[in-house]
């Protein structure tokens, strides 16, 4: 739980999601270093950047997976990790963290699904013990869900029998379940055979298309960064290097350390 | 007659033969009552160290150091003494305590906490063994505390470790004839019985043996099939 030194300012009135000056260390291995982001409401964030800078533990604070050293990350004109205090802002208890985690789901790249659990309960698992829906009702939106990721005829089936994309499209439609504000991608293609890669890109650009869900996406999918985000940002070293329209960034992008970053990714792909 | 041949016949067992198949089929309706109380005790005694064990593994996770470090305490104690010790104090030792139990339930106390803290154990590895991404999951879907152990850790904790928790069952019911120790007439002790009222130890010791292999082996062999299936799941 961060200390609350910072002073406090209200949120910001247009973003959806912003971090202020957050930093998260390990010891004295700084990950995240006086991060400062915001993202409005329906905007498309791809982040992009060298493995070990810190992406995942961005997402991992905003899922509240993990707590900042320091800083504040505001959802929706809350502080995530905090309670307001008359002008102070204190750290936030079980009940909070709860309520404010109802804003957002993710989608990991190892999938995390529930083994021991079919397909159909995967997705209505926190609907029913969550939101308190009833059963019937649902599986009924799940099946909704699972026919949009094209997984209608795997309700019945255990997690272990899908293939990494069907498990990832399961994932992505358990995340959808609770009707987040902002979803979280934490490189969900990764762990893929690159076969499968396309039917999950297509169901989160679909996702994307629909519109008004904010998406934070990481990635390493250039093409599709490209196609979907309305900003990416380069993140090196816990820091947004450079952040800005796909199109200045992947054809002219100002920081030497971007350019150099994008030639050796293009490079490999 | 030689010295021996005297030896011989006044230490023979009454009946001539060594083993006496006779007296062996008449001990053993009685043997056999006294194994129910072996299996009853080893019953009772597994659902307490089953269910004490559960709750010993979750105290010791707990975020409060006033309850995780007696926890620890209390089951490093309880492991590092010997059982027989255990059961003289709750049956002998605690009346002086205004604590009067029957020997029974003494028995099965001692027993089922005995064994709570080594399937504490096997509880800790099996939840331990469940993936971190699983905790991850449950948070991200916002389970509760409490509905991320019964829904997502538990049911996937528990049965890799059915075999271990098995094993340790087994195990009770072999130290069961300790209970003799505390006046409990379990089969050892109903033996041990006839032995001295008729100087016949060969039979009922013999019958105790069997009857303690024939529910003990099958239940191995099960365990072991069970193992093999989880493995290859
Ligand atoms: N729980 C942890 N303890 C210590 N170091 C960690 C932990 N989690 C992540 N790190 C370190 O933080 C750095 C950033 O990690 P991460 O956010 O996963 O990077 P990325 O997703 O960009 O590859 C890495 O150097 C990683 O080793
Ligand atoms: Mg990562």
Avoid: C
Avoid at chain 1, 240 to 255: R, S
Avoid at chain 2, 109 to 117: F, K, N, R
């Amino acid at each position: 739980m961060p200390p609350s030194s910072h002073t406090p300012r209200s949120a910001p009135s247009d973003a959806l999601v912003s971090f202020d000056n957050v930093t998260k260390r390990y010891g004295d291995l700084v990950v995240l270093d006086e991060l400062q982001i915001d993202v409005a409401p329906g905007e498309k964030v791809a982040i992009i950047g060298p493995s070990g800078s810190g992406k995942s533990t961005l997402l991992r604070l905003l899922m509240t997976l993990e707590p900042p050293t320091d800083g504040v990350i505001w959802v929706d004109g809350e502080p995530l990790w905090h309670l307001r205090k008359g002008d102070a802002l204190v750290p936030a208890n079980d009940k909070h963290l709860h309520q404010m985690r109802m804003k957002i789901g993710m989608v990991f790249q190892s999938f995390n699904l529930f083994p021991h659990m079919t397909v159909l309960r995967n997705v209505t698992e926190a609907p029913i013990h969550v939101l308190g829906m009833k059963k019937a009702e649902a599986e009924a939106e799940a099946r909704e869900l699972l026919q949009m990721v094209g997984l209608e005829d795997k309700i019945g089936a255990y997690p272990g029998q899908l293939s990494g994309g069907q498990q990832q499209r399961v994932g992505i439609a358990r995340a959808l379940a609770l009707q987040p504000k902002v979803m979280l991608f934490d490189e969900p293609t990764s762990a893929l055979d690159p076969e499968l890669v396309g039917e999950v890109l297509g169901v989160i650009r679909q996702l994307a298309q629909q519109g008004n869900i904010t998406m934070l996406l990481v990635t390493h999918e250039m093409r599709f960064a490209r196609e979907i985000a309305d900003r990416v940002a380069f993140f090196d070293k816990g820091k947004i290097v450079e952040a800005g329209p796909p199109e200045e960034i992947f054809t002219e992008p100002k920081q030497e350390r971007t350019r150099k970053f994008l030639k050796a990714v293009l490079e490999a792909g | 007659m030689t010295h021996a041949q005297v030896l011989a016949q006044t230490t023979a067992p009454p009946g001539g033969t060594v083993w006496d198949w006779g007296f062996a089929l008449e001990i053993l309706p009685e043997l056999l009552r006294a194994l129910v109380v072996t299996v009853q005790a080893t019953v009772v005694a597994s659902v307490l160290a089953l269910s004490l064990g559960l709750a010993l593994a979750l105290l010791r996770r707990s975020k409060t150091v006033a309850i995780r470090l007696p926890v620890a305490g209390f089951i490093e104690f309880i492991r590092s003494t010997p059982l027989l010790v255990h059961l003289f104090f709750l049956f002998y030792a605690l009346p002086r305590l205004g604590i009067t139990l029957g020997a029974f339930t003494a028995g099965v106390i001692g027993l089922g906490v005995h064994y709570a803290t080594y399937t504490s154990e096997v509880y800790r590895a099996g939840i331990e063994g469940v993936a971190k991404g699983q905790w991850e999951a449950a948070t991200a879907v916002n389970l509760s505390p409490r509905r991320t152990w019964t829904g997502v850790i538990l049911p996937q904790a528990i049965p890799a470790v059915l075999p271990s928790l098995g094993n340790y069952i087994v195990a009770m019911f072999k130290e069961t004839p300790l209970l003799f120790a505390i006046t409990v007439i379990e089969v050892l002790g109903a033996a041990r019985i006839i032995g001295t009222q008729s100087f016949r130890y060969l039979e009922a010791f013999t019958l105790v043996g069997l009857l303690f292999f024939l529910v003990s082996y099958p239940s191995v062999l099960l365990l072991r099939r069970l193992e093999a299936r989880l493995a290859t799941k």
